[in-house]
């Protein structure tokens, strides 16, 4: 690669955006490309940002572009069949959580990637978010001895399935951000999940329109005997001042570690009708610049793609994800236990 990395963006939207902003803060890439079914949306980014050039349609961006790599910031089941493109005309690939919503999607990026050699990483950002990296660091030096079980609960306010994401019943609360949780408790055990058993409830979200899955409770059982619970529910009460409700525990033989990444009191806002917790860990701006983990993890694909260093995690780690969620999902729709096929 001469120069700056040149990425394109397939997905104008919300978090398209954000990963726009950080190519361009980012001093070795830049955003050359933008793509949006919606061309409109996605000739609006490119003004705002100063984005050269503008594709509706993926494969049209694929042939025309003299891009490196490609973003992929489509809605969570909408993944692979760009990233598959995108591998076959020798792009690399940084792919928003989760990698795909189904064995088969999780099995066709795979092999596009194994088959092209391109590289590829997925958004599983909670590994950058400072609390869980440095419990990870904890682990890795043995303070806690050897993790025996561990509690995570990552929630959404309700707003996030009702009014922010036009798509939220294609997805699921556990694509959305059981992907992240199951991740990183993945990474915390360095195993597999062998077999899950779960529960859901739903009724809440349908009732104002939005046909998907209030809330899940999972356990989890690791090879080697680790074990977890995990909630994920998109029902958190608006009102809460903090859109994500995350907590977790990891309790090793010699120790335990506790995290709440949302009630973090760096800094509460109050006005006369609104209490707030601004976010100051996942995506903010200092003088104008995008800082947060979130910006973490996209800097880390540009930086790493570079380099030559291997990413953080790997594809594995984001298929082995897909494929235990939807062992999850089959376990609360059975409510039997299931093990995970990989
Ligand atoms: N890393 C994170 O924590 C994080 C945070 C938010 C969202 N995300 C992920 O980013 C992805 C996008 O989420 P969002 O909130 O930006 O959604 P969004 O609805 O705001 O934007 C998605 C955009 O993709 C476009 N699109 C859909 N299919 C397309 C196609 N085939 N070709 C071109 N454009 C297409 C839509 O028109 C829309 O503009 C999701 O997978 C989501 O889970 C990740």
Redesign the pocket.
């Given at each position: 690669m001469n120069g700056k990395l040149k990425m394109a963006i397939?997905?104008?939207?919300?978090?398209?955006e954000n990963h726009a902003r950080i190519y361009q803060a980012h001093p070795f890439a830049e955003p050359v490309a933008i793509?949006?079914?919606?061309l409109a949306?996605a000739a609006r980014l490119a003004e705002r940002l100063g984005i050269a050039e503008v594709y509706q349609d993926?494969h049209d961006m694929l042939a025309r572009s003299s891009c490196d790599a490609v973003a992929i910031?489509?809605?969570?089941f909408?993944?692979a069949?760009?990233a598959v493109a995108a591998a076959k005309a020798g792009r690399h690939l940084l792919i928003?959580?989760?990698l795909a919503t189904s064995r088969d999607d999780v099995y066709r990026i795979m092999d596009a990637v194994a088959q092209t050699g391109v590289r590829a990483m997925v958004?599983l950002?909670n590994r950058w978010n400072p609390p869980f990296n440095v419990a990870h660091q904890a682990l890795d030096r043995g303070d806690l001895g050897d993790l025996y079980s561990a509690y995570f609960r990552l929630n959404d306010i309700k707003w996030v399935a009702t009014d922010?994401?036009?798509?939220a019943a294609q997805s699921s609360i556990l694509?959305?951000l059981g992907s992240?949780s199951l991740d990183t408790l993945r990474w915390f055990f360095g195993r597999e999940v062998r077999r899950v058993y779960a529960v859901s409830r739903s009724g809440l979200l349908k009732e104002q329109g939005v046909d998907t899955v209030d809330l899940y409770q999972s356990t989890l059982e690791f090879d080697g005997g680790g074990i977890a619970q995990m909630e994920n529910g998109w029902i958190t009460p608006n009102a809460n001042p903090c859109v994500n409700d995350i907590k977790c525990t990891l309790l090793g033989t010699r120790g335990m570690i506790s995290i709440d990444a949302s009630n973090h009191n760096l800094i509460q806002s109050y006005t006369a009708d609104k209490v707030s917790v601004p976010d100051v860990l996942v995506q903010h701006t200092v003088f104008d610049q995008p800082k947060g983990f979130?910006f973490e993890s996209i800097r880390c694909f540009v930086d790493r793609l570079l380099d030559g260093r291997d990413f953080p995690l790997t594809l594995d780690d984001a298929a082995n994800t897909s494929l235990a969620i939807l062992a999850i999902m089959e376990s609360a729709r059975t409510r039997e236990p299931v093990d995970v096929q990989y």
């Open positions: 397939v997905g104008a939207g919300i978090w398209g793509c949006d079914q919606n949306k993926y910031v489509t809605p969570d909408a993944h069949d760009i928003e959580k989760p958004d950002h922010l994401l036009p798509w694509w959305f992240h979130a």
